[in-house]
C-alpha cells in the first residue's frame, strides 16, 4: 500500500516554533536532496507540504503526475545550464538559473523536468497546498524569468523577491493564497529584514553558511540544512557573521485537513482515489 500522510493539525498551532534537518535522499548519482515534510513542523509549515533541496545532474523522474496541490521549482542562481520542464498544458522551456516555474496541478496533470546535458541543476521542489475549493479547479502554470525578479539590497546583503512582497516591494503574486518568497543572500556581517503579516507562518531554510534568525517572540541559529518554521510575527531578520544563503517563505496558513499520498494531495483518501483512477485512465493527457 501506498504511504499517506494525513494533516490533521487544521487549527491553531500550539508550539511557537519547530526546527527540522530534514531527511538525506539520493537517487543513483544523480540526484541528491535534504527533504523537509510539514509533518516535521507541528502545523506551522502549512501551506507548505513539502520541499526538497536537490542538486541534479541526470534524469531521474520521469514523466509524472500531481493533483490537488501546485509543485513550484525555484531555481537558483549558482545553477549551471538548462533545465528542461514539459507539460500537459503544452508548455516545453528550458528553465534557465534563477528562475521560477509554477505547475499548480489542481485536478490533475503531467510533467517531466530534467537537466539538459552537462547541466548541473541546483534549486528547490516545493509542494504548496491549495484550499480545498481549489483543489479541482483547471491546471495552470506560469513561469518567471531570473531577469523579471525585483532585487532588494540591504546592509551587505540582498535578496530576490521571487513571488509576493516585501519592505514596500511587490513582485509576482501566488494563485489561490498569499506567498511570499524571498532568495537572501548575506556577506560577512550582513543582515537582512523582512517585515509581513504576522497573522502568516513563515519557513526559513539555510543554504549555505550559518544564519541567525530573530523574530518576534524568538531567536534561532540555522546551520546548513537546517530549517525553521514559526507565526506570530512581523518583523524576521536574518543575519550572518561568515556570510549565507537562506531562503525565507511566508504564507497564509490554509488549516484544511488534508491527505497526502506521494505527489497527490486531497481532503480525504476517496478523493485520493478518484484522482488517482483519473490518472490510470489517461485524462491528465499525455506529453510522450
Same mark, same amino acid.
Given at each position: 500500500?501506498?504511504?499517506?500522510?494525513?494533516?490533521?493539525?487544521?487549527? @491553531?498551532?500550539?508550539?511557537?516554533?519547530?526546527?527540522?534537518?530534514?531527511?538525506?535522499?539520493?537517487?543513483?548519482?544523480?540526484?541528491?536532496?535534504?527533504?523537509?515534510?510539514?509533518?516535521?513542523?507541528?502545523?506551522?509549515?502549512?501551506?507548505?507540504?513539502?520541499?526538497? $533541496?536537490?542538486?541534479? +545532474?541526470?534524469? +531521474?523522474?520521469?514523466?509524472?503526475?500531481?493533483?490537488?496541490?501546485?509543485?513550484?521549482?525555484?531555481?537558483?542562481?549558482?545553477?549551471?545550464?538548462?533545465?528542461?520542464?514539459?507539460?500537459?498544458?503544452?508548455?516545453?522551456? %528550458?528553465?534557465?538559473?534563477?528562475?521560477?516555474?509554477?505547475?499548480?496541478?489542481?485536478?490533475?496533470?503531467?510533467? %517531466?523536468?530534467?537537466?539538459?546535458?552537462? !547541466?548541473?541543476?541546483?534549486?528547490?521542489?516545493?509542494?504548496?497546498?491549495?484550499?480545498?475549493?481549489?483543489?479541482?479547479?483547471?491546471?495552470?502554470?506560469?513561469?518567471?524569468?531570473?531577469?523579471? =525578479?525585483?532585487?532588494?539590497?540591504?546592509?551587505?546583503?540582498?535578496?530576490?523577491?521571487?513571488?509576493?512582497?516585501?519592505?514596500?516591494?511587490?513582485?509576482?503574486?501566488?494563485?489561490? =493564497?498569499?506567498?511570499?518568497?524571498?532568495?537572501?543572500?548575506?556577506?560577512?556581517?550582513?543582515?537582512?529584514?523582512?517585515?509581513?503579516?504576522? %497573522?502568516?507562518?513563515?519557513?526559513?531554510?539555510?543554504?549555505?553558511?550559518?544564519?541567525?534568525?530573530?523574530?518576534?517572540?524568538?531567536? @534561532?541559529?540555522?546551520?546548513?540544512?537546517?530549517?525553521?518554521?514559526?507565526?506570530?510575527?512581523?518583523?524576521?531578520?536574518?543575519?550572518?557573521?561568515?556570510?549565507? $544563503?537562506?531562503?525565507?517563505?511566508?504564507?497564509?496558513?490554509?488549516?484544511? +485537513?488534508?491527505?497526502?499520498?506521494?505527489?497527490?494531495?486531497?481532503?480525504?483518501? @476517496?478523493?485520493?482515489?478518484?484522482?488517482? !483512477?483519473?490518472?490510470?485512465?489517461?485524462?491528465?493527457?499525455?506529453?510522450?
Amino acid at each position: 500500500m501506498t504511504k499517506q500522510h494525513i494533516d490533521k493539525l487544521v487549527g @491553531a498551532p500550539t508550539e511557537t516554533h519547530a526546527l527540522s534537518d530534514g531527511r538525506k535522499v539520493t537517487i543513483g548519482d544523480g540526484f541528491a536532496a535534504r527533504s523537509y515534510q510539514h509533518t516535521d513542523f507541528q502545523g506551522l509549515m502549512d501551506p507548505l507540504i513539502m520541499v526538497d $533541496h536537490f542538486v541534479m +545532474t541526470r534524469p +531521474t523522474f520521469g514523466t509524472h503526475a500531481h493533483a490537488g496541490l501546485s509543485a513550484v521549482t525555484v531555481m537558483f542562481e549558482d545553477s549551471e545550464g538548462a533545465f528542461l520542464n514539459r507539460d500537459t498544458l503544452g508548455n516545453d522551456l %528550458n528553465l534557465a538559473p534563477g528562475d521560477l516555474y509554477w505547475f499548480k496541478a489542481a485536478r490533475g496533470a503531467i510533467h %517531466n523536468e530534467a537537466p539538459r546535458p552537462g !547541466a548541473k541543476t541546483h534549486a528547490l521542489q516545493v509542494f504548496v497546498n491549495l484550499p480545498a475549493k481549489n483543489r479541482h479547479d483547471a491546471p495552470s502554470a506560469f513561469h518567471i524569468a531570473a531577469k523579471d =525578479i525585483p532585487k532588494l539590497r540591504s546592509d551587505r546583503a540582498n535578496a530576490r523577491l521571487i513571488l509576493g512582497e516585501t519592505n514596500g516591494v511587490t513582485g509576482q503574486a501566488a494563485p489561490d =493564497i498569499p506567498l511570499t518568497l524571498l532568495d537572501i543572500n548575506m556577506q560577512a556581517g550582513g543582515q537582512f529584514t523582512h517585515s509581513g503579516d504576522s %497573522n502568516q507562518h513563515a519557513w526559513i531554510l539555510a543554504i549555505k553558511g550559518t544564519s541567525s534568525v530573530v523574530w518576534s517572540t524568538g531567536a @534561532a541559529e540555522l546551520h546548513p540544512g537546517t530549517a525553521i518554521a514559526f507565526a506570530g510575527s512581523t518583523d524576521i531578520s536574518l543575519s550572518s557573521q561568515e556570510g549565507a $544563503h537562506a531562503v525565507l517563505f511566508r504564507g497564509r496558513p490554509i488549516r484544511q +485537513t488534508f491527505v497526502q499520498r506521494g505527489p497527490f494531495a486531497m481532503g480525504n483518501a @476517496a478523493e485520493l482515489d478518484a484522482v488517482e !483512477a483519473d490518472h490510470r485512465a489517461g485524462r491528465f493527457g499525455s506529453i510522450d
